[in-house]
């Protein structure tokens, strides 16, 4: 038996996938539905009616509880006898990605292939364990600190020790800002305990993310948005203040350029005058992007392997 083997004849407008597989390990139809939460726009898995798609191919997630959740949300969402190609990085979920498809009652052909497991099988008309995975990877309100978050979003059930100190040094701000990357919304509804805040947006590229935001934030100054708030697609100008905790890994390897573009995305939102206040691990050179883009810019504050810029126009 081969993976080609599984194909299904299917039309390509019944498909579907989640992520970005490598397109040297699947071949997604053009007009496939795309699933993932960190693609802006897509459709929600989630939302999905059982048995929607004749095919459905996966680039799982790495989180244990956030990929069971996923692929048992996948295993719902196709019809039965329909493909289900699941896929990972051998030491990013890949290796246990064939015994946790058996545990849902599949019966998966495994092939390796560019350091990725990648899993391929007809979908059973029975599975068992989906609601339980389901339920372990759904949204929920995280104590002690009573906010609503999920796995698989950034920090997911702690309060991010950089954004911590950062809620704590900022001055209190006015006007109208930004908060670039927002999370789970913890900055937000720190920077919203000032009056003299008059709207604050929250972006992130995880809609996740945004949802629990939403439910955490619920000051009438407060709007979410789903974006990528490192290019164009969130219009952002005059504003008075920006506040962020930036990402600087991507698909678990550091890319310190992911800050120097939230950097970047600050300094064309805010007015002249306008202040950014950041977070970042002590390791990370920002200063020399911050020099460039800001009239002044000082360290207001160093701790436990974190600093906190504050950057004038």
Request: with cysteine.
């Amino acid at each position: 038996m081969t993976i080609e083997n599984l194909s299904p004849s299917d039309s390509a407008a019944t498909s579907a996938v989640y992520g970005t597989p490598p397109p040297a390990l699947a071949t997604v139809a053009p007009d496939a539905v795309q699933l993932s939460p960190t693609i802006p726009g897509s459709a929600s898995l989630e939302a999905c009616d059982a048995g929607r798609f004749a095919a459905l191919t996966m680039l799982s997630p790495p989180g244990t509880v956030e990929r069971r959740y996923t692929l048992a949300l996948a295993l719902r969402a196709v019809e039965p006898g329909g493909l289900f190609t699941a896929m990972a990085l051998k030491d990013r979920g890949g290796s246990r990605l064939k015994k946790e498809l058996e545990v849902f009652g599949c019966a998966p052909y495994e092939t390796v292939k560019a350091h990725h497991r990648i899993c391929a099988l007809k979908r059973p008309a029975e599975i068992v364990g989906l609601d339980q995975a389901i339920a372990d990877g759904a949204p929920r309100v995280i104590e002690p600190f009573g906010l609503w978050s999920q796995p698989g979003v950034f920090s997911w059930d702690r309060i991010d020790p950089g954004t911590a100190l950062l809620a704590r040094t900022l001055p209190t701000l006015s006007g109208k800002g930004v908060d670039l990357g927002c999370g789970i919304g913890y900055l937000a509804r720190a920077v919203l305990t000032a009056p003299s805040v008059q709207h604050v947006t929250l972006i992130d590229l995880d809609r996740r993310a945004v949802d629990a935001a939403r439910l955490n934030v619920t000051d009438s100054r407060a709007q979410t948005l789903w974006a990528d708030a490192t290019n164009g697609d969130a219009p952002l100008s005059g504003l008075d203040f920006v506040v962020t905790n930036p990402p600087f890994h991507d698909g678990g390897s550091e890319d310190r350029r992911l800050g120097q573009a939230f950097i970047r995305r600050a300094a064309s939102a805010l007015r002249k005058g306008g202040a950014l206040w950041l977070v970042a691990n002590r390791h990370l050179p920002y200063e020399t992007v911050l020099g460039d883009l800001f009239t002044t810019v000082e360290v207001k504050a160093e701790q436990g392997g974190y600093k906190i810029f504050e950057a004038r126009k």
